[in-house]
């Protein structure tokens, strides 16, 4: 079956302006993620969706990140007012949702903000 | 809170040598474990996993980690480096049951290790 997409692959974007990243999990898979990866850095959480809970909002660096998903599919992850150092891989991931499942990730989107 | 610590951000091998990369983690209970691999431009693929049971764990490619809880490490082993091993390597640590604060299901990664396979 299909893997984790998203979408675009890469973007570039002046400062100041507002992107938005689509991530479309596996089909079935009730727990979505967002990480960034920093250059030269390891992978960040920024957020977690399961099924219709309240997501965990814990890892988001400030207000100008948000995301939302609708039920158990796509995702979007907004970066308002976008900074210099919003400049990353921002990797999505998705799993069956129970705590020792694996999480399979998508290529991520390659961010840069000029 | 837990973390990940890799020692040695790029390690070189010669081919058919032994791979080794170090994982150290911190947790305040029993962790659930992981290595995944990235490939140049590519996503992250996971290696292998432990969460109970049998404390050495094997995965793909010949990959294999060790569990010990009394030296709070996870590292990756295979005896025979092969040129398509070139990769990054992230060992990333999860929350086990008993940690029930927010955030529980997110994997805290390491900052990664390069390894390069030298003919």
């Known amino acids: 079956g299909a893997g984790v997409s998203q979408s675009p692959s890469n973007k570039v974007t002046e400062k100041g302006k507002d992107v938005e990243l689509r991530c479309d999990p596996i089909?079935?898979?009730?727990?979505l993620y967002w990480y960034r990866q920093r250059l030269g850095q390891g992978l960040e959480f920024l957020i977690y969706?399961?099924?219709?809970?309240?997501?965990?909002k814990s890892g988001l660096p400030s207000d100008r990140f948000s995301a939302e998903r609708t039920g158990e599919s796509v995702s979007t992850l907004t970066i308002q007012r976008t900074q210099q150092e919003d400049s990353a891989v921002y990797l999505c991931?998705?799993?069956?949702?129970?705590?020792?499942?694996?999480?399979?990730f998508g290529p991520g989107t390659r961010l840069t903000v000029l | 809170a837990q973390s990940v610590t890799q020692l040695g951000s790029h390690v070189s091998v010669s081919e058919g040598a032994l791979v080794l990369l170090r994982c150290n983690y911190s947790?305040?209970?029993?962790?659930?474990l992981f290595w995944y691999v990235q490939y140049p431009n590519q996503g992250l693929q996971l290696l292998l996993k432990?969460?109970?049971?049998?404390?050495l764990v094997k995965g793909i490619n010949g990959f294999e980690a060790e569990f010990k809880k009394s030296e709070t490490s996870f590292h990756l082993t295979k005896p025979s480096a092969h040129m398509s091993d070139a990769a990054e390597y992230f060992c990333?640590?999860?929350?086990?049951?008993?940690?029930?604060?927010?955030?529980?299901?997110?994997?805290?990664f390491g900052k990664g290790t390069k390894l390069s396979v030298i003919p």
């Open positions: 969706f399961q099924g219709n809970s309240a997501p965990d």
């Open positions: 089909s079935g898979h009730t727990a």
């Open positions: 947790s305040s209970v029993p962790p659930y």
């Open positions: 991931a998705s799993s069956r949702g129970g705590v020792t499942d694996t999480q399979y």
């Open positions: 432990y969460t109970t049971g049998a404390t």
């Open positions: 990333a640590v999860r929350a086990g049951w008993g940690d029930s604060g927010a955030g529980s299901y997110q994997l805290t």
